[in-house]
């Protein structure tokens, strides 16, 4: 069992962090230099958690667990107009990033209105590459309720922020009211405190989404997949990319195309297989990125057969 954390601090003798991760056989999830500071996102096991606690301490940095790093989460706004971004959606993605996750943001085409509002299948296909979709919404219940088919019939856990305190509807599991529409930034301790609720109920959609994998767990960890590719495949150390693969909880999402990506990983063997034999590979709907979606282990041994 993995323990997620993410450390702040100065760049100098960072490396022996890093270092002493890799002799834990833990994995480096994310990590950004802005000059003097850097931070890292890791994984390690659960009994040596001790220790990068204490080099932590030595290097005089910051080390917070992050229930949230080694998934990719969506936020979801019917439009990217005025009233619906950038207030409070950035703030939003903001805070889900600084607890680990991958973040990307998405305004519907046909999303205003309470009797107009659709989504796309292509607009499905994107959010549902996720592990979770966080959709902000408006400030009242009768708006909810109208655009309740948003969300209603997409396949990965959906969290709903609305204004309301409550808002109860079959089928949603995961609601946080006190955030709808607003016209400045989300800074009070007063939303500081909702964004922690958010969290928490995210935190419990993305914990479900590994329990079902769990039920048939995977034949490759995701992040040892991530560490393959980055060791095998020529080009990816110079994407110009901050995140160049994305960890998904049951997969990776990677900045290049198919075809390129299939051609540079057709002769990488791992335990005796080729990396196709592990994962079904397709292109993303988002342009220049190819999905790696692992084999859950009663597929693999049924295509074996």
């Known amino acids: 069992m993995f323990r997620m954390a993410l450390f702040e601090g100065g760049l100098h003798r960072a490396d022996e962090l890093e270092d002493l991760v890799d002799?834990?056989?833990?994995?480096?999830?994310?990590?950004?230099?802005?000059?003097?500071d850097i931070t890292l996102i890791i994984?390690?096991?659960?009994?040596?958690?001790?220790?990068?606690?204490?080099?932590?301490?030595?290097?005089?940095?910051?080390?917070?667990?992050?229930?949230l790093a080694g998934s990719e989460i969506t936020i979801v706004s019917p439009s990217l107009g005025k009233h619906h971004l950038p207030h409070p959606v950035c703030d939003i993605s903001e805070y889900i990033r600084r607890?680990?996750?991958?973040?990307?943001?998405?305004?519907?085409?046909?999303?205003?209105g309470q009797r107009i509002n659709q989504i796309t299948a292509t607009e499905k296909g994107m959010i549902e590459e996720a592990d979770v979709a966080?959709?902000?919404?408006?400030?009242?219940?009768?708006?909810?309720r109208k655009k309740t088919h948003l969300f209603d019939d997409i396949d990965i856990p959906v969290v709903v922020l609305g204004g309301p305190k409550i808002f109860n509807i079959e089928g949603l599991d995961y609601y946080v009211g006190g955030i709808g529409r607003r016209s400045q930034r989300l800074r009070q301790k007063y939303d500081l405190d909702i964004f922690d609720a958010m969290v928490k109920e995210?935190?419990?959609?993305?914990?479900?989404?590994?329990?079902?994998?769990?039920?048939?767990?995977?034949?490759?960890?995701?992040?040892?997949?991530?560490?393959?590719?980055?060791e095998n495949v020529e080009g990816i150390e110079k994407i110009i990319s901050p995140i160049p693969i994305v960890l998904?909880?049951?997969?990776?999402?990677?900045?290049?195309?198919?075809?390129?990506?299939?051609?540079?990983?057709k002769n990488i063997e791992f335990d005796g297989r080729k990396i196709e034999e592990y994962c079904n590979i397709?292109?993303?709907?988002?342009?220049?990125?190819?999905?790696?979606?692992?084999?859950?282990?009663?597929?693999?041994?049924?295509?074996?057969?």
């Open 23 to 36: 002799d834990l056989g833990g994995f480096l999830i994310q990590k950004n230099i802005t000059q003097i």
């Open 43 to 67: 994984a390690v096991p659960d009994e040596d958690y001790g220790l990068i606690e204490a080099k932590a301490k030595e290097l005089r940095g910051k080390l917070i667990e992050v229930p």
């Open 99 to 112: 607890n680990g996750a991958v973040t990307n943001v998405m305004g519907l085409a046909r999303g205003v």
């Open 134 to 144: 966080v959709y902000s919404l408006g400030n009242f219940s009768r708006c909810l």
């Open 202 to 230: 995210i935190s419990k959609a993305v914990e479900k989404r590994r329990r079902e994998i769990e039920e048939d767990p995977l034949i490759l960890e995701p992040m040892y997949l991530k560490k393959i590719l980055e």
């Open 248 to 265: 998904n909880v049951d997969g990776v999402k990677v900045k290049m195309p198919l075809n390129q990506f299939k051609d540079k990983i």
């Open 282 to 305: 397709y292109q993303s709907p988002y342009t220049g990125f190819t999905i790696l979606k692992i084999y859950t282990k009663s597929y693999f041994e049924s295509i074996r057969k």
